[in-house]
């Protein structure tokens, strides 16, 4: 069994993952103002500089003389903001979605899980790529269209938990005082899923960064001269060779913040169901 820390009751790793997430949020929302360079400032007398080389550019710049210190954590910051607006976007949806088919159940429930079922057939990259070309390359569009497609795994969890709630007692309790149905989902469904969303929110802000890098490297995302880390990916990958850092700087900081997500949702997950362990 794992020893827990204090504080959270989180485990050492759990706490580390924590610590890098603060780090990089940190960065991101004041990094960029410490720095004498804007996100969109060329310098003509340094380009291509290598990261703590003799210019004032610590991590080095791009090819068009970008400070990439700069330009990472304003990517950074936008892919996070991007991440938790998609993310909360999609529970909102899919909480509501689920709830709503988990208690009616019947035919209402199955009418409704089958229009999951539907959205699951469609590919889901290719919808976000028509919605996004559709609407338009905003930021505000991209976390809308990523947000309205990813809420279809948090709406079967949550039919499920609900499924489950509806046979307890105190929902037979509510019912039968003549509780309206509206005000027993918001008073006694709806906090007693807050685990399970919280877990699942953790988990699934990864997966929306992720999806945002790649659009952004394909060039369907955030557009220039904004920064987000898939963008910046795509300009590093195309200077590979020659200015490899230009890669490995927003590459490093991708990594981080997926694998610090992926251990804080995996650690709350088992500290809200250890059967598990």
Do not use: K
């Amino acid at each position: 069994m794992r020893r827990r820390g204090p504080g959270l009751g989180l485990d050492r790793t759990a706490r580390i993952a924590l610590g890098v997430l603060a780090l990089i949020a940190a960065l991101a929302l004041g990094g960029p103002s410490l720095s004498p360079w804007r996100v969109d400032q060329l310098d003509w007398a340094h380009v291509g500089v290598a990261p703590f080389g003799p210019a004032a550019h610590w991590l080095g710049t791009d090819r068009l003389g970008r400070d990439l210190f700069v330009r990472t954590f304003a990517g950074a910051r936008v892919s996070l903001l991007i991440g938790l607006l998609a993310t909360l976007v999609s529970l909102l949806i899919g909480v509501a979605w689920g709830a709503v088919a988990g208690y009616a159940g019947g035919r209402l429930e199955a009418l409704m899980m089958r229009a999951v079922d539907v959205f699951y057939s469609l590919p889901y990259v290719f919808f976000v790529i028509v919605l996004t070309v559709t609407f338009g390359r905003s930021p505000v569009m991209l976390f809308v269209t990523i947000g309205a497609v990813g809420w279809l795994t948090m709406a079967r969890v949550v039919c499920a938990q609900t499924e489950s709630l509806r046979h307890r007692e105190f929902i037979a309790a509510a019912v039968a005082a003549g509780v309206p149905t509206a005000r027993i989902l918001l008073r006694h469904v709806l906090p007693n899923l807050s685990g399970p969303v919280l877990v699942y929110a953790t988990l699934t802000v990864p997966g929306v960064i992720l999806m945002e890098s790649f659009l952004s490297f394909l060039g369907l995302g955030v557009q220039e001269p904004a920064a987000s880390l898939g963008n910046l990916m795509a300009q590093g990958a195309a200077e590979m060779e020659a200015a490899p850092w230009m890669l490995l700087v927003p590459c490093t900081v991708l990594v981080a913040i997926v694998l610090a997500l992926g251990v804080l949702g995996d650690a709350l997950r088992d500290r809200m169901d250890p059967r598990g362990r």
